[in-house]
């Protein structure tokens, strides 16, 4: 009996991952319930579904694939953003980004923008293209991230929970590092962007606190074709202190402008260069204990409703 119970798994699993959809009807013969596509949704539908928000946060690596002229990983689940591609391809005459840089700013949901739209100006005005986006569950931060840079949702990457393994899916570095381009990822130690895609040919930049990675990261520009920061100032201050905190308003705003000044950055390091600059966020977050701290994690918009800003420049003509 333990036999046929495990064979009927397997065979719907291998169904199921050759991208077949299970109907009972085809097992008829079995006497427990077979659970195919139609009961299981994959979770980035499920989210954009739940939330009416037709995009999710997985296309920033087909996107950015795209963008770049570099194949996206095998294992998407998702297309790219087609408007964004094309407006950069229009504005690159056809060629693609060359340098791209990617700054995470942990914990930077829809609510922050709904609440301090004056803050999120100049930025807004910058970009080419905002992105309203769904996450995935569980909202927090390396289930989030693996989703981001894997386009790909937990059933894909794995991370289903908050814990930090080695992605072992492809991923957005996999695919440029393959294209022959230099990555770096900057971020206070132990965060998890720098730690659950350890094991690949890039430059991990460590630090004891966020505002040095990001200071670092004005630096190494030159060395790189892809740069990412992770930054989780906001996320520690919203956690302590609450949302609408005086500690958590200042990391916010040193957040923003950060942003600002990695953006200025590459306009000067890579003006030769068709680049790319994309401020990309995991999840939002929301008050508990009345205020007096923050959280996120729970399937609600507050927690699940985030913006992705592209913003491209091309080369400068005289060079
Ligand atoms: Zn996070
Ligand atoms: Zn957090």
């Not at 100049?122 to 386009?151: H, R, Y």
């Not at 930054?231 to 956690?239: L, Q, S, V």
């Not at 007096?292 to 080369?315: P, Q, T």
Request: aromatic share 10%; hydrophobic share 40%.
């Amino acid at each position: 009996m333990g036999n046929r119970i495990s064979r009927r798994a397997f065979m719907a699993q291998t169904a199921l991952s050759a991208g077949l959809t299970v109907f009972a009807s085809q097992y008829s013969g079995f006497d427990a319930p077979i659970y195919g596509a139609e009961d299981v949704p994959i979770e980035i539908e499920r989210m954009k579904k739940k939330y009416g928000i037709a995009h999710s946060i997985a296309e920033l690596t087909p996107t950015v694939c795209a963008a770049s002229g570099v194949r996206a990983p095998k294992t998407c689940q998702v297309d790219k953003i087609e408007l964004v591609v094309n407006r950069l391809n229009e504005a690159f005459e056809g060629k693609p980004a060359q340098k791209v840089f990617i700054y995470c700013g942990d914990c930077f949901g829809d609510v922050l923008l709904q609440k301090h739209p004056e803050e999120f100006e100049k930025c807004i005005a910058e970009s080419d293209v905002v992105v309203k986006s769904v996450n995935v569950m569980k909202t927090v931060t390396p289930v989030c991230f693996a989703t981001i840079f894997c386009g790909a949702g937990p059933e894909v990457h794995g991370i289903k929970v908050y814990e930090k393994p080695q992605v072992q899916a492809e991923t957005l570095f996999d695919v440029f590092l393959e294209a022959g381009k230099k990555v770096a990822i900057l971020s206070a130690k132990g965060n998890s962007v720098i730690t659950i895609f350890r094991g690949r040919k890039i430059d991990y930049y460590p630090f004891p606190t966020d505002k040095e990675a990001y200071e670092k990261s004005l630096e190494v520009l030159n060395d790189y074709d892809l740069v990412v920061v992770h930054d989780c100032e906001h996320d520690t201050e919203m956690h302590k202190h609450g949302l609408d905190s005086p500690e958590a308003a200042a990391a916010r705003r040193a957040v923003l402008d950060r942003w600002q000044a990695t953006m200025a950055a590459t306009d000067k390091a890579w003006s030769g260069y068709n680049r790319l600059y994309v401020f990309v966020t995991d999840h939002g977050s929301h008050n508990i204990d009345g205020g007096a701290k923050g959280s996120h994690g729970d399937d609600i918009a507050d927690d699940a409703i985030v913006n992705h800003f592209y913003r491209w420049r091309k080369a400068d003509a005289a060079e």
